[in-house]
């Protein structure tokens, strides 16, 4: 899958990859009613009741064990950053997935 | 609309803030640092004396908490509470905050503490997966905690909202109490579910009180004591996409340093509920544990320490 246009701080091919498609699983996965194209990447995922909650950070653990084998713990230290927004969780899968 | 989080909570009951939240028990932290003082300086039976000033003070100051315990047991009596009624309920609160500062830190001689339900309870530890443990704010759920450390040594952790969290950690932190303090998971923060699920794949404990919620959270109205009362989902959710056993857990307070600890068969759950199934469980759950709840409620109307108005404005 080639790169669009727009060059990322933090991402390379790889994660805006998996970006595009943590997008459509976590809607899928939630059922929210929203378009991919809608979602900001840099948006923080969770926050004052109109992010996501901690149930939603469980079932996105879930999908991302799922896809990527990419097991999420509570003992990561990482993990103020990963959850910060999609890009960096994205950006954390791809790690994680090459290792 | 550019640059939209992801709206998983509807903001449809906004300005609807949780009454609990507006005006929460205020007694509970200036009681509970009075109560913490006294009782280590003093020790039980000085504090449970200067219970009945206590108690006095915070029943006659506070008529909107009153109000909302007169509605509570008008309810669960089927009558009007008098001033006994509310006397016992106010009294039983106050003395499971002194007798906290024991059943916290695992100090449970001199207690009564009457348990209901272990076996059942350790059949379901057996299985390996853990045991989600819904409470409500019916009793005392430390009384439940000091049980654990006794008869049953298990990792059990609480889950709480975010500001009793520090609060409550800060408190077991100045008794002394760094293992226990270590086993609150606060919500609000993104990896608080991680942290319920390690406990529970370690074969652990995880408890919460299932009858409030913070602001912004999913509320479902079901039948309770008589009215539709709104009771969160966030619980019941959680249990489906853990797919663990689920057992109710009650601390009942039914006399001076006197508890009776029950653990009831809720929902044994095998394995995660598929997606599409989610909304009819919920459908099943919170009608139960809406009238497991009032049964409970009707039995012991003195635990009930929910001091605002319950059924909404």
């Known amino acids: ?99 | 609309m550019p640059g939209a989080t992801l709206p998983l909570n509807p903001p449809g009951n906004a300005g609807a803030a949780p009454d609990w939240r507006a005006a929460p028990e205020r007694g509970s932290p200036t009681l509970l640092r009075l109560m913490t003082a006294i009782a280590l300086r003093l020790g039980w039976r000085v504090g449970h004396a200067l219970l009945f000033p206590i108690t006095a003070y915070f029943l006659l100051t506070a008529p909107r908490p009153r109000r909302a315990s007169r509605e509570f047991l008008r309810r669960a009596l089927g009558r009007e509470a008098g001033w006994r009624e509310l006397w016992r309920l106010y009294f039983s609160f106050s003395s499971t905050i002194l007798d906290r500062v024991w059943l916290c830190t695992g100090r449970t001689e001199g207690f009564r503490l009457e348990m209901r339900g272990l076996d059942d309870l350790r059949a379901r530890m057996a299985e390996g997966r853990g045991v989600l443990l819904l409470g409500a704010h019916l009793g005392s759920f430390e009384a439940m905690r000091a049980v654990a450390d006794a008869g049953c040594p298990v990792e059990l952790a609480v889950l709480m909202h975010e500001g009793n969290a520090a609060r409550v950690k800060q408190w077991a932190d100045a008794l002394g109490g760094e293992a226990r303090a270590a086993a609150i998971i606060p919500l609000g923060q993104p990896d608080a579910m991680l942290r319920v699920r390690e406990c529970l794949e370690r074969g652990g404990l995880v408890g919460l009180l299932a009858d409030r919620a913070p602001e912004g959270a999913r509320m479902v109205s079901v039948p309770f004591l008589g009215s539709p009362a709104p009771l969160p989902a966030g619980p019941h959710q959680l249990a489906a996409l853990l797919g663990v056993p689920v057992m109710l857990a009650f601390g009942l307070r039914r006399g001076p340093r006197r508890y009776e600890v029950r653990f009831e068969p809720f929902e044994d759950l095998t394995a995660p509920v598929p997606r599409a199934g989610r909304e009819e469980f919920l459908r099943r759950s919170l009608p139960r544990y809406a009238a497991r709840l009032e049964d409970t409620a009707r039995e012991a109307p003195d635990n009930w320490f929910n001091f605002h108005r319950f059924w909404g404005a």
């Open chain 1, 1 to 99: 899958m080639n790169a669009m246009a727009k060059p990322l701080p933090t991402g390379s091919e790889d994660t805006l990859a998996i970006e595009e498609e943590l997008k459509r699983l976590i809607i899928e996965a939630l059922s929210l009613e929203t378009t991919p194209e809608e979602i900001d990447a840099e948006a923080p995922l969770f926050g004052d009741g109109l992010g996501l909650d901690s149930i939603d950070a469980l079932e996105i653990s879930l999908v991302v064990s799922k896809a990527y084998g990419v097991q999420l713990r509570s003992d990561d230290a990482q993990n103020h950053r990963i959850f910060a927004s999609l890009r960096s969780l994205a950006a954390h899968v791809a790690a994680q997935r090459l290792r």
